[in-house]
């Protein structure tokens, strides 16, 4: 059984950083395409950013230019650096391959 575990959230002010970590643990052959997607207080859960196994990228409108995904196959993890956080990016983020998910990490974006 794999498992997902983030780390990485906080609290930051607009226009500053984070840098988030996916870490997957359990009986892993090889990680498949991996997603990031976050969940705002009373919205919908929503993606965020895509990254194959090969390291094809995808990003949703809303982070384009100011997220980059990226992955370790030997280490297991996939990251997203957030850059110019806005506060619209405040939400609990979580990370994803096929059905298994993480239990999220919380990003505050605020002044």
């Known amino acids: 059984q794999v498992h997902l575990v983030e780390s990485g959230g906080g609290s930051v002010q607009p226009g500053g950083s984070l840098r988030l970590s996916c870490t997957a643990f359990g009986r892993i052959v090889a990680l498949g395409t991996m997603r990031w997607y976050r969940q705002a207080p009373g919205k919908e859960r929503e993606f965020v950013a895509i990254?194959?196994?090969?390291?094809?990228?995808g990003y949703s409108d809303s982070v384009k230019g100011r997220f980059t995904i990226s992955r370790d196959n030997v280490k297991n993890t996939v990251s997203l650096q957030m850059n110019s956080l806005k506060s619209e990016d405040t939400a609990l983020y979580y990370c994803?391959?096929?059905?298994?998910w993480g239990q999220g990490t919380q990003v505050t974006v605020s002044s």
């Open positions: 994803n391959t096929n059905t298994i």
């Open positions: 990254i194959s196994a090969g390291g094809t990228t």
